[in-house]
Nanobody, 124 residues
Framework: QVQLVESGGGLVQAGGSLRLSCAAS????????MGWFRQAPGKEREFVTAINWRGGSTYYGDSVKGRFTISRDNAKNTVYLQMNSLKPEDTAVYYC?????????????????WGQGTQVTVSS
């Protein structure tokens, strides 16, 4: 079992930036593919981005390409999501997720562990 705790959400104006963090409870974090998803009210959970266990491979959803960057620090058991040029449509609860010993995945049901989520609100 692994516990994930997100932080860094908040309220920001359109065009601004936020950096989310997700801390994992286990040292085996370095063997997990990590993903970020988001869910807006009344909508399905949407894939945002993922990074493989080494950090050498990343993948982004079309809506965030060129604006968001995922990274990880295995020494700190933490994955980050740098969000730039934020838009009101980026408003959602953002979740990090872990998929042990798997390549990059984009579907929520392919991830085994989830954080509690952090709210990101972008005002126009």
């Amino acid at each position: 079992q692994v516990q994930l705790v997100e932080s860094g959400g908040g309220l920001v104006q359109a065009g601004g930036s936020l950096r989310l963090s997700c801390a994992a409870s286990r040292r085996t974090f370095s063997t997990y593919t990590m993903g970020w998803f988001r869910q807006a009210p009344g909508k399905e959970r949407e894939f945002v981005t993922a990074i493989n266990w080494r950090g050498g491979s990343t993948y982004y959803g079309d809506s965030v390409k060129g604006r968001f960057t995922i990274s990880r620090d295995n020494a700190k058991n933490t994955v980050y999501l740098q969000m730039n040029s934020l838009k009101p449509e980026d408003t959602a609860v953002y979740y990090c997720a872990a998929a042990p010993l798997k390549p990059i995945r984009t579907m929520p049901d392919e991830y085994d562990y989830w954080g509690q989520g952090t709210q990101v609100t972008v005002s126009s």
